[in-house]
Each structure stands twice: as structure tokens, then as C-alpha cells.
């Protein structure tokens, strides 16, 4: 008999699964490679994206099918996560397996949005979805879009589902509706302009006609061989170079294989391990996939436990507790209860389909999900092995050894849990927090189980067991072992907290930070479970026994989907031949001096051929000092904006604004004695990743005589043209840049792309070859930077009608180590300081700090949100210390027509309060206000908050000279039309506008009209697609293109005035006239002197806009959710409604997660924390409001934009303020019921920790204070 670990032996040695159809026999790949790659590598299938890398995002996913007692079944999954190996006998379905547009034969589900990086990800999240189930409930899309991110959802019509009849049209469907005399669906009129509409006026303005209905046989079925050939029940294994793959079905060989290879890793789901290759660089000479065994699926009921298989995916044990939930009697299935209810919020589905829970026990993280749920409940899990024969060990205080260690032997395996059933008189519950609410690791997970005696109610067991809480999961032996034989009381909870308090108490600068926050998390979760329990025996001589402590349940929840898709290509898609691949190595440490580098060991490394050492001629300074960054992470320093201010060093600039200088020769100063009510204070606003979901890439393809050819993920080709033309000594006319479309950008690409395009050029030279360079997203969030953080002072004196009358206002920026975009951010903060509101008298100071920091650059807002978070804290300030209503005093202030900016530029076209009013009167304001009051009057620990938040952002570049645009625009002697122009696609649906405004000027359809690419080589010297003007500057530029051929095109014309746009086309082509024009735009600029503080009309116009939120807040936990959004935005009249309200959705979102949950940690030692999906939540499509209606203004025009419309890109950002000061709304509806009545600082964002710890109670007073500053490292520092 062969030996086990003999390749040999096995069924099948070669590699062989399908991929949308097609056979793949595979005996040369490394077993580690993922599905991600090896499809976009190997088999250039490049409509599957990868995003992070991680499991995080969703744009890689995927759909697998195999064979399961005897029947097919399909799952999605994030093949960046799941092992070549690990399909072998599986058929993977890819995007470009489900249809084509090319052939027109797209599936019902291929229909996508935004920039389309992420929606392969979607497309294939629901084909999976409805392979398995045609007929979807609301909670099932919900569920299969679980991990994906919100503000990427919806550019061009939003799909309700109806939980009635699942029909996409929701209450729109034609089935409800009578058809109109059209024959189409839905009776409803819309109104001109698209005005005072909801998500239902979304619906009407996406054509849904043609979209084919879903018809499950036209699926591509399962390949016949793999059924055939019982793929599922033959053994497997493959050797290649380094590593070798085991895939045994039968137990005994399982057994065996542990037993003479102890070391070798048991691969389940993959979703730790590929963490671990990629991050802690394992080894893996041997793994060993035990899924194919039969006896570890099995499952069954056994005395008091439910008997689970470590074989089932997360995703297959729920569905069993699920079953058993119905099956056996409620007050048995307590502990399934909370597993079924942990697994919903236990990373997303994607990552659950695979996952196993054996992976889960076995790496103990400290923050596991399951294994407090386990302990609490002392679950058992079976460990087998060849040696020993099997065991059942309980999960206990005994069985975590340390940090990641347990007591499982290297030649063992975990065959099954054992999840206990709850006795009589036995209660359990679960509870988790994280940063973000779905698809995050915890911050603290509880779990708790008690025993009472019901006549007594004396505690005759409990067990309490914490995640997030030491090094490893921890049982609370002490406090546990006080509480025995003690009567459940109030005085019991007091007992409670101050023995958990003295228990779990943790130092102040303690792995993971947040050391108050977890502590008041621990003893909050075991509050609610003391609630849970007595309100469950009604035992009403309890206080708070009649509170109701889940949130945001009882809201019937609105879906997204899709707009038209297409297979889109990107930088990283486009195979050159011979290309060789660039990467940085980064210093370990943040800051540094660079003494030499030693590249031996990068040498020795297989495949690697060469570095870089020579840096090409720089002519500024600041520009070496940027390209030197490569080697070196910057640190931070703590407190920087103290030290700016002590030490001039710190500062870059100084920039002011004095009103008076608009109708004085000379600064007017006010005596700030004089004033009777002023109010003084600063507030913190935190930095945003840009989380494009494309990272930064490139491509460098070396031509003749110098030439480079560069396609770049960026949003300015001119600067990365000018950059490396600079670095590289050559001319501009030599670099052709060029760029398709791009993932996402949001102002993270539009100074960046030198970074990575001057080496990977420089490279290109020095080896004479194509280089590709392609940033890991955890390298990009360390070099790239993010929004300015900013810290806003401010003094403002109000006279006794609440009239502002005198302003000072300080933004300090944290610029980074670089000067970069900051002047430019820093100005648009300061011309923004005043919102919406006129100040009879303002001074505005700009400081940008110099810190170690990697440089912060431009983000959708480039400052505006900053300065206008700073004044909107001042408007609550001086409310709350005046006890005024903060709506009225901001109406007495708003600005009315033609005021005067503190900047110099009159407000004509003025509609602050028109869209206020309208937002108001839309979102029934008033009416839900009350309700809030009630809502709040009635719930102890649960509150709700409404805001409304008004916004005015202007439109241009700061700097004159970047306010021009060029286009070029061919006419071909088809008809058909090609138009450049310099602006980037990257989802804002820029170049749709652009073909909507060719063919509206020269009177064609839209057909007729191309976009190829954005190439400097067709329009020259384009700005960067920022500042919002991309379709109103390069409109213009193509305006005036399509204007010259209309002029010239006007006799044939009058000679054939029968005749159509091709015959004239052709008749000029004959009389030998010129068809395509270069056209040129600009858009209004007058330059503010900031240095002496001297405004100007500095914007041609002003975008309006008004949010109403509403949240619920948990006090207890910091969580919250989102219940409304109503906004109303003046566009002016909008060039495409689907597209500005898509723009409006997604930019509220961002602006939503910048406020509310994003946060940029770094330690104090500089190095960067927050590096990847797994650490930096965004929101997910679980965090959209439940309702959310978005209208554009009525009857507003603009005199000084395209067709009279307005930009939209960034102006809605801000609104995303209104959910932060919705959930502060609910933080102080909690501390006035506490008692505590004052005005109190709430710092951006509002974290679940922010929110916690500003909802002081009687919780919080069991946390120790911080010890002084200064005696102890925190563990993250502010910046
Ligand atoms: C995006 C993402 C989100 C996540 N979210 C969460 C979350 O919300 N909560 C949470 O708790 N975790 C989370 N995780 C962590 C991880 O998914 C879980 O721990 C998961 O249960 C691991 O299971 P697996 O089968 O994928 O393990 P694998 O990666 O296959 O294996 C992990 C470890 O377990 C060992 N192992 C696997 N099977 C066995 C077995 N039968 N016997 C003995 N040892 C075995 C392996 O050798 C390895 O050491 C997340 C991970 C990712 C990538
Ligand atoms: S690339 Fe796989 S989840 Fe992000």
C-alpha cells in the first residue's frame, strides 16, 4: 500500500476544474496563487477585479458550483481569498460568463454603476444569489450584497424590491399599476426638471425596458464531466516547487496525513490563511484540504449539544441552526439563537460561504466572533487524531494558551463543535460591536449565560466570556465565581460592573487602543443582558426593565441595484507583451535618514531582476523630496496643531480673509469686549482614505527616439506628463498619457501619479522594457495620503436677535510632509468657513502644519467640508449656550440674494432657502421632530436625532490658470463622430455628459458620438477632472468644437435642407472642408489675495443643498444606524437628472462615512494602522439610509454654466455632516436625561467609541479615568 503523503496514490494529480464552461487541466501553478489572480493572470480574464486582496471589498467575486449529495449547488465567493486548488472538480463562473455586451446578450443581472471596478463584484454577488434562488426576497439581495460598498452603488437608477411581490418596480409594478395608455408601467407623472421627486422618480428615470426578464435555462449548465467522473468523491493532490496540496476524501487518510506531516496547515476556507501568506509571509510547504471528507459534514442532535462537522461552511451551519430553531422547542435553542444572530454580522457572505468554524477555534484570535459565544455556553469541540483516537474538549478558560495558541496538537484535527442546548431556567444572549455595523471585525464581542433559580431568582451558574477584551477570548473567572448563589437584583448588576469593572480593567495604552471604549462596551453588553433577562421574567420591580434595547429593526429596508453594464477595462487589464512588474520597498520604520541600501537579499529573490538607484534630474527640490518618499514611511507628531501654533516651524503658510476689506481700505477690528453673548471653542475633524476601489497603476511602454507611452489610473494626465518629462530630462512631446477610464478617484489621483509614473518611466529606460506598476492597496493607503485632517478654532460674538456680527476663525490643516495640494485645500476651506450664513464681519485664518505624515492631498470637497464642519459646530455652539433653536437661528442668518461673501463674491441666483424650505417641507420636518421628542421621552437608552443641514459650495479652480479646458472633436465621413476632451471618466458619468452635450450642439443622436480615451496627445495642457467642473469646463471646449462644425457645415445645409447630418457630412468632405475643430473653454476666476487677506468673485457660481437625517442611537454600545435621508440639491437645470442624483447618492454616502465612520489611525511612532479594508470601514450597503429621497430643486437655472446647468461632483459631500449631527442630536437627548445640559465638544467622526464615551451614565462611571497625559504610549495618537 502506497503511503499517504505519496502524490501518487491520489485519484487525480492534475488540476482540473472549468471556468465558465470551458475545461482547465492545470499541472504547473503554484497551489498558493489565488483564483483572483490565476483568472486575471493565466487565463486573462481580467472582468473579475481585485480591489484590496483581502476578502474586503467584493470586487473579485465570483461564482463556484460543485456537486453535494448527488446535487449541484452554487455559492459566491472572493476568489482573492480562495486557493487555485481549492476549485479542483468545481466550475467557476466569472462576469464574462453570464453574458456579453458585445454579442448583446447581456444577463438580467448585468447591469451596473458607478465606475464599474467593483461591479463584476455585484453582478456576480446577485447571478449567485438568483442561481440558487429565482425568486429573492428584500432580506435575501440584502444579504448576498453584504461586504460591498455603498457610495459605489448607483449612478443611473436605483431598483426597488418590493418584499410583496418582487418585482424591481416595487409599488411601481405594472402587476399593482394599471398600465397607461402606453402600454407602460406605472401611471405616475413626473415633473419638469425632475423636481420635489423621490427614489420613485429614480426608478422613471432608468429605462428598465429593455431589460430582458430572468430565464434560469439559458445558464450555462454544469460541466457533465465533472459530474460524471464524481469529481466530488475522488482524492486529490499536487506537488509544485515549494508546496504541496493533500485534498484526502477519505477520514482515515485525513488522520493519517496529519500524523506524518504534524506541520503541515490545514487549509478550510482560506479566509485567515491567505491573510496570513499575504501579510505574515508563512511558509507552506504542506497543506491539507480536509473539505472533501464526508464524515466532516456531518451533522446531528446528541444529548443537550447540536453536533456539527467542521466540513460545513459558515454559511451551511447557519442554514442547520436555522432548521433546528424551528424544529425544537424556543427555550432550548438560546445559544443557536446567537449564533444564528453573530453569523449575520460575522464577515460577509462571501467570506461565510467559505469560511469553516474550525479555522475560526483554531487561529483564538482574541476577537473572534464565535469562540466567547463558545465559552459562555461551554460548547465542546471533538479533536481527532491518528495517534490519540478522538477526544471532546471544552472551550475554556483552559483551552486558549495565549495569543493565537490553544491547546490543539500539530497531528490533530478539529472533527466537530458541540454547541450545548440551553436548559430550563438557563438564559443566553450574545452581543458584538464593531467600527462599522456589517462586515467588520469586533471591537468587543460578549457573551453570557445564567442559571437562576425562578423562585429565588437566586444565580445558580453564569458564565461571562469577552472577545476585544485581553489576548486572548477571556472568561470572567473571578467576577463569575463572586456572582454564584447571589440574588439577581439591582444591587446584583452594581455588584456586577464593579467586579467586571476591576476584572477586565485595561492598561491606557493597551494593543488595539480604545481602552474606555471596550471597557464600557464590556460592562454596557452585560447591562443589556441583565435587561434582556428580567424583562424575559417580567420582573417590573427592576429599573429600566421596560426598555427596548435593539435599534433600527422595525425599518423596512430600500435596496440599490444597477444601471446599464459593461465590461470595463482599466490599467491593470491591458496585457503588454515582455512586460516587467515594479514594486516599492518600504522602510519598516516612519522616519528616518536613508544612510544605503543593500539589495542583495532583494536579489536573491526568484524573479527579480533589477532595482532602481538613479533618480533622474530633478529640478525641485520639493519634487525629489516627494519621489524620495518611496523609502521611507513618515510619522506623525503628536498635539502638532499645538506645536504649529507655539512654533512658526511647524507651518507652511499663513493665509487670511478680512470681510472688512471688501467696502474698506484698511482691516476693520471690533472690540470683542463689547460683546454681550460670544462664544468660544475648536473642534477636531478627522482625515478619509480615498478608498478608490482601482488602487494607483500604470503602465510604461518604452517606444523609439525616447518616446514613452504611459496609461495611468489618474486624474490628470498633464501633470504626470509634465512630472516625468521633468524627471526624466525630455520634452513633453515625447510622453504620451493616456487614460481609459478610471476606478475611482475622488481626488486621491489627481496630484499622486507621479509617484508611481516617474519610476516606473525611469525603469522603463534603464531596462528598455514595458513596465507595469500596480500599487497593493496596503501600500497605497501608506504612500498616498488622505484628506487633510483639520483642527477648526473659532470666536463668535451674536447680538440678542441671534445676528452673527463678528467671526474669528483659525483652520489648521495637517499638511503632511509635503506642500502638494495643501494651499489649494487650505484656501477652499477658508472660502467655505461661512457656509450659508453672513457675518457682518469675519476674519478667517489658514494654517497648513508640516508633520512627518505621508502628504495629505485633494478629496472630493478639497476643504470645503472642513471649513464648513468648523461653522456648523459654531451654529450648535452658540445655540446650545444660548439656549436657541439651532433652525432659527440659522435661518435669521442665511444668506439672502446678492450678499456679500466675507471673500468678496456676491451670491446672485442665491436658493440657500429655497432648498432649505423645500427640504424641510419634503422630509416632514416638523411633524418628525415632535416624533423624535416623544420617541426620546419614551426610551431609556435609545435616542433619536434629526437635523437638517444646509450647504453652499462655489464652483472653479482656486488657481486662475487651471479654470480652461480644450476638446477635440472629429467628424468622419460616416456621420460618426469622435470627441476627446481632458477630462477622466471615473464614474461620475463625465463622458455621458459630454456625448449628450456633442450631440445636442450638432443636432444628432447620441449613437452617432465616441469617447475613445483622455490622451494629452489629442487636447494638451488639460487641467485635472477636480473641482467639480469636469463637464462644465470641458463642455464648453466641446461646445465651441461642435459650434466651428456646425458653422462650417451650414451652406450644405442650405443647399439640401431635405437632406440629413450624413449627406452634409459627405458634401463638405467633397468641397474639401475641414471636419474636426479643436474647441476651448473657461470658466470664471478672479484670484483672492490671501496673503493680505483681499477678496474677489471668485466663483462663477454656487451649488445649494439641504439634507434632513434622522438616527437612532444605542447609548449603551455607540452603534447606530441611519433611518432617513431626504436631500434637496440645486442643480440648476441638470444636464442628465439619473446621473446628478447617482452623484448626489454617492457623495452623500462618502461624506457619510467621512463624519460618521472613517477613521485614519496611526500609531505614534508614525507607523500607519489603518492599511486595507480589514482596519478602514467605509460604509457598506447595509449603512444607506433606510429611506433615502433625493430631489432636485425646481425651476433653478445658472447663468454662468452649461445649458444653464450646475456642477455637482463634490457639492453634496458636506450634507453627510447631517447624519453626524443627527446621531450628536440623539448623544444629547441621553446626557440631558443624565443631567448634563451643556454644550459639549463632539469631535468628527462620530465613532461608535465617540458616541459611547460621550453618553456619560452610569455605566461609564464604572470606567477608571485615562492616567495623566504623558505617562503612558497610547496606542494610536490623533492627527
Ligand atoms: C474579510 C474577512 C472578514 C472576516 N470577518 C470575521 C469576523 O467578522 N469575525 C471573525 O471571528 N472572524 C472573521 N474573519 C476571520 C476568518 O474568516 C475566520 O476566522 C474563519 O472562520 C476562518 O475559517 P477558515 O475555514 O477560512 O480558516 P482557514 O484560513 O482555512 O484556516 C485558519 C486556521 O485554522 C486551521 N484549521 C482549518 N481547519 C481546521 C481543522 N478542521 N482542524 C484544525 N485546524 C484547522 C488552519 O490550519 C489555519 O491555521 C474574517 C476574515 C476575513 C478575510
Ligand atoms: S479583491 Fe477580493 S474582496 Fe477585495
Redesign the pocket.
Known amino acids: 500500500m502506497k503511503e499517504v503523503t505519496d502524490i501518487s496514490s491520489y485519484d487525480a494529480t492534475k488540476l482540473v476544474f472549468y471556468v465558465n464552461g470551458k475545461r482547465v487541466e492545470e499541472t504547473d501553478v503554484d497551489p498558493k496563487m489565488t483564483l483572483a489572480t490565476y483568472l486575471r493572470d493565466k487565463l486573462k480574464l481580467t472582468g473579475t477585479k481585485i480591489g484590496c486582496n483581502?476578502?474586503?471589498c467584493g470586487a473579485c467575486t465570483i461564482m463556484v458550483s460543485h456537486v453535494e449529495d448527488g446535487e449541484i449547488k452554487h455559492f459566491s465567493a472572493?476568489s482573492c481569498?480562495m486557493p487555485i486548488c481549492g476549485v479542483f472538480g468545481k466550475a467557476v463562473t466569472t462576469v464574462e460568463g453570464i453574458g456579453s455586451v458585445a454579442k448583446n446578450r447581456l444577463h438580467p443581472v448585468a447591469h451596473g454603476s458607478q465606475c464599474g471596478f467593483c461591479t463584476p463584484g455585484f453582478v456576480m454577488a446577485m447571478y449567485a444569489l438568483l442561481r440558487n434562488n429565482p425568486n429573492p426576497t428584500v432580506s435575501d439581495i440584502n444579504l448576498g450584497l453584504q461586504?460591498f460598498y455603498s457610495f459605489a452603488v448607483d449612478e443611473n437608477g436605483t431598483l426597488k424590491v418590493s418584499e410583496d411581490n418582487g418585482c424591481g418596480m416595487g409599488e411601481n409594478c405594472c402587476k399593482l399599476k394599471k398600465k397607461d395608455e402606453n402600454g407602460s408601467c406605472g401611471g405616475e407623472e413626473t415633473t419638469p426638471g425632475y423636481t420635489g421627486g423621490d427614489r420613485k422618480r429614480k426608478i422613471q428615470l432608468s429605462d428598465l425596458s429593455d431589460c430582458k426578464p430572468y430565464d434560469p435555462t439559458q445558464e450555462l449548465i454544469f460541466p457533465p464531466e465533472l459530474k460524471l467522473h464524481g469529481y466530488e468523491s475522488k482524492s486529490f493532490a499536487y506537488d509544485h516547487d515549494h508546496t504541496k496540496w493533500y485534498q484526502p476524501v477519505s477520514y482515515e487518510n485525513l488522520l493519517c496525513l496529519k500524523r506524518e506531516l504534524p506541520h503541515a496547515?490545514?487549509?478550510?476556507?482560506?479566509?485567515?490563511?491567505?491573510?496570513?501568506l499575504k501579510f505574515r509571509f508563512i511558509d507552506l510547504p504542506a497543506v491539507i484540504n480536509?473539505r472533501q471528507v464526508k464524515e466532516?459534514h456531518a451533522r446531528h442532535l446528541e444529548d443537550n449539544g447540536v453536533y456539527m462537522g467542521?466540513?460545513m461552511?459558515?454559511t451551511d451551519m447557519d442554514n442547520y441552526t436555522v432548521q433546528l430553531m424551528k424544529e425544537l422547542p424556543k427555550e432550548r435553542t438560546g445559544v443557536l439563537k446567537h449564533v444564528h444572530e453573530m453569523l449575520h454580522?460575522?464577515?460577509?457572505i462571501h467570506?461565510r460561504n467559505?469560511?469553516?468554524?474550525?479555522?475560526?477555534?483554531?487561529?483564538a484570535?482574541p476577537?473572534?466572533?464565535?469562540?466567547p459565544i463558545w465559552m459562555a455556553s461551554n460548547a465542546r469541540v471533538v479533536l481527532d487524531s491518528d495517534a490519540r483516537g478522538e477526544k471532546k474538549v471544552h472551550i475554556d478558560e483552559k483551552f486558549f494558551l495565549g495569543y493565537r495558541k490553544t491547546v490543539?496538537q500539530p497531528d490533530?484535527?478539529?472533527?466537530a463543535v458541540i454547541v450545548p442546548l440551553t436548559q430550563e431556567n438557563e438564559h443566553f444572549a450574545a452581543y458584538k460591536q464593531?467600527q462599522r455595523r456589517e462586515?467588520?471585525?469586533?471591537i468587543v464581542t460578549g457573551a453570557f449565560l445564567v442559571k437562576l433559580d425562578p423562585k429565588t431568582l437566586i444565580v445558580e451558574n453564569i458564565r461571562i466570556s469577552y472577545?476585544g477584551m485581553a489576548p486572548t477570548t477571556k472568561l470572567a473567572l473571578n467576577t463569575m465565581e463572586k456572582l454564584k448563589g447571589v440574588k439577581w437584583s439591582e444591587e446584583f448588576l452594581d455588584k456586577t460592573l464593579g467586579l467586571l469593572s476591576e476584572e477586565l480593567k485595561l492598561p491606557a495604552g493597551v494593543p488595539g487602543g480604545m481602552s474606555q471604549y471596550r471597557l464600557s462596551l464590556a460592562l454596557s453588553f452585560f447591562f443589556k443582558f441583565f435587561l434582556e433577562v428580567s424583562k424575559k421574567l417580567n420582573l417590573t420591580e427592576i429599573k429600566f426593565v421596560d426598555c427596548d434595547l435593539k435599534i433600527g429593526q422595525d425599518v423596512p429596508q430600500t435596496l440599490y441595484a444597477t444601471q446599464l453594464y459593461q465590461k470595463l477595462w482599466n490599467a491593470d487589464d491591458i496585457n503588454v507583451a515582455d512586460c516587467l512588474h515594479m514594486a516599492f520597498v518600504l522602510s519598516p520604520i516612519a522616519h528616518g535618514t536613508l544612510n544605503s541600501i543593500d539589495y542583495t537579499a532583494a536579489m536573491n529573490v526568484d524573479g527579480v531582476i533589477g532595482y532602481l538607484d538613479d533618480y533622474g534630474s530633478y529640478s525641485n527640490p520639493e519634487t525629489f523630496k516627494a519621489s524620495r518618499n518611496f523609502y521611507k514611511l513618515p510619522e506623525t507628531s503628536r498635539n502638532f496643531q499645538k506645536q504649529a501654533l507655539e512654533a512658526e516651524s511647524f507651518v507652511f503658510k499663513h493665509f487670511v480673509i478680512h470681510s472688512s476689506l471688501n467696502d474698506n481700505e484698511q482691516v476693520i477690528k471690533n472690540d470683542w469686549s463689547k460683546y454681550d453673548r460670544v462664544v468660544e471653542g475648536s473642534i477636531d475633524m478627522g482625515g478619509q482614505e480615498h478608498f478608490y476601489l482601482e488602487t494607483q497603476q500604470c503602465i510604461v511602454i518604452p517606444h523609439e527616439d525616447d518616446e514613452l507611452e504611459i496609461i495611468i489610473s489618474n486624474q490628470c494626465v498633464n501633470d504626470v506628463q509634465i512630472e516625468v518629462a521633468k524627471c526624466l530630462g525630455i520634452a513633453q512631446h515625447k510622453i504620451q498619457t493616456k487614460v481609459k477610464r478610471i476606478g475611482g478617484g475622488f481626488g486621491g489621483k489627481e496630484s499622486t501619479g507621479a509617484i508611481l509614473a516617474v519610476p516606473a518611466s525611469l525603469a522603463a529606460k534603464k531596462f528598455g522594457k514595458s513596465i507595469k506598476f500596480k500599487f497593493e492597496r496596503f501600500d497605497d493607503m501608506a504612500i498616498t495620503g488622505t484628506r487633510h485632517p483639520f483642527t477648526l478654532q473659532y470666536k463668535l460674538a451674536v447680538d440678542e436677535n441671534g445676528k452673527f456680527i463678528d467671526l474669528d476663525f483659525t483652520a489648521l490643516s495637517n499638511s503632511g510632509h509635503t506642500i502638494d495640494l495643501s494651499m489649494g485645500v487650505m484656501q477652499r476651506a477658508m472660502v467655505h468657513a461661512d457656509n450659508v450664513y453672513k457675518f457682518a464681519n469675519a476674519d478667517i485664518t489658514g494654517k497648513m502644519c508640516k508633520t512627518h505624515l505621508a502628504s495629505n492631498t485633494a478629496f472630493r470637497g478639497f476643504g470645503g467640508p472642513q471649513g464648513m464642519f468648523g461653522t456648523e459646530i459654531m451654529v450648535k455652539h452658540v445655540a446650545e449656550q444660548f439656549g436657541w433653536d439651532h433652525d432659527e437661528i440659522r435661518q435669521k442668518n442665511f444668506y439672502q440674494e446678492g450678499d456679500c461673501t466675507p471673500f468678496g463674491m456676491h451670491l446672485n441666483q442665491c436658493n440657500v432657502t429655497r432648498t432649505w424650505e423645500e427640504c424641510r417641507k419634503n422630509s416632514d420636518y416638523d411633524k418628525r421632530l415632535e416624533e423624535v421628542k416623544k420617541f426620546n421621552e419614551n426610551n431609556k437608552f435609545r435616542k433619536r436625532g434629526i437635523y437638517l443641514t444646509p450647504t453652499r459650495f462655489g464652483i472653479g479652480f482656486g488657481l486662475k490658470q487651471l479654470n480652461q479646458a480644450g476638446a477635440l472633436v472629429l467628424v468622419y465621413t460616416d456621420g460618426s463622430v469622435l470627441v476627446s476632451h481632458g477630462g477622466m471618466e471615473m464614474g461620475q458619468g463625465l463622458h455621458t455628459k459630454i456625448l449628450q452635450i456633442a450631440a445636442r450642439c450638432l443636432e444628432i443622436p447620441i449613437e452617432k458620438v465616441h469617447i475613445h480615451d483622455t490622451s494629452t496627445d489629442k487636447v494638451p495642457n488639460a487641467s485635472a477632472t477636480a473641482a467639480s467642473v469636469g463637464s462644465d469646463m470641458n463642455g464648453l471646449a466641446v461646445q465651441d468644437a461642435c459650434r466651428q462644425i456646425m458653422e462650417r457645415l451650414a451652406p450644405f445645409k442650405k443647399l439640401n435642407p431635405d437632406g440629413k447630418w450624413d449627406d452634409w457630412v459627405k458634401a463638405a468632405y467633397v468641397e474639401r472642408v475641414s471636419l474636426s475643430a479643436s474647441g476651448f473653454g473657461i470658466i470664471h476666476h478672479e484670484p483672492v489675495d490671501f496673503f493680505n487677506g483681499k477678496g474677489a468673485e471668485l466663483f462663477g457660481y454656487s451649488v445649494y443643498g439641504t439634507a434632513c437625517c434622522e438616527v437612532e442611537v444605542d447609548c449603551l454600545t455607540g452603534d447606530h444606524h441611519l433611518l432617513r435621508t431626504d436631500i434637496v440639491m440645486d442643480v440648476g437645470e441638470s444636464l442628465n437628472p439619473a446621473i446628478d442624483i447617482g452623484q448626489i447618492e454617492g457623495a452623500f454616502i462618502q461624506g457619510y462615512g467621512l463624519f460618521t465612520m472613517e477613521e485614519v489611525k496611526i500609531r505614534p511612532d508614525g507607523i500607519r494602522l489603518t492599511r486595507g479594508?480589514?482596519n478602514y470601514k467605509i460604509p457598506s450597503a447595509d449603512d444607506a439610509p433606510r429611506h433615502f429621497n433625493v430631489s432636485l430643486l425646481g425651476n433653478s437655472s445658472n447663468k454662468m454654466g452649461i445649458f444653464s446647468s450646475k456642477a455637482i461632483g463634490e457639492p453634496p459631500l458636506f450634507l453627510g455632516s447631517c447624519a453626524f449631527f443627527a446621531i450628536r442630536e440623539a448623544v444629547r437627548a441621553y446626557r440631558i436625561q443624565n443631567g448634563k445640559t451643556d454644550y459639549f465638544a463632539f469631535h468628527s467622526p462620530s465613532t461608535p467609541e465617540r458616541i459611547r464615551m460621550a453618553c456619560e451614565d452610569f455605566v461609564t462611571s464604572h470606567v477608571p479615568p485615562l492616567p495623566e497625559e504623558g505617562s503612558y504610549t497610547p496606542w494610536t495618537t490623533s492627527v
Open positions: 483581502e476578502g474586503g472572493n481569498l461586504a496547515r490545514l487549509i478550510s476556507g482560506n479566509s485567515e490563511l491567505a491573510i496570513e480536509p466532516l467542521t466540513g461552511s459558515l454580522w460575522f464577515a460577509g467570506v467559505v469560511a469553516s468554524v474550525a479555522g475560526n477555534i483554531a487561529t484570535s476577537i473572534s466572533d464565535l469562540n490543539i490533530e484535527i478539529i472533527k464593531a462586515d467588520d471585525i469586533a472577545g479594508p480589514g
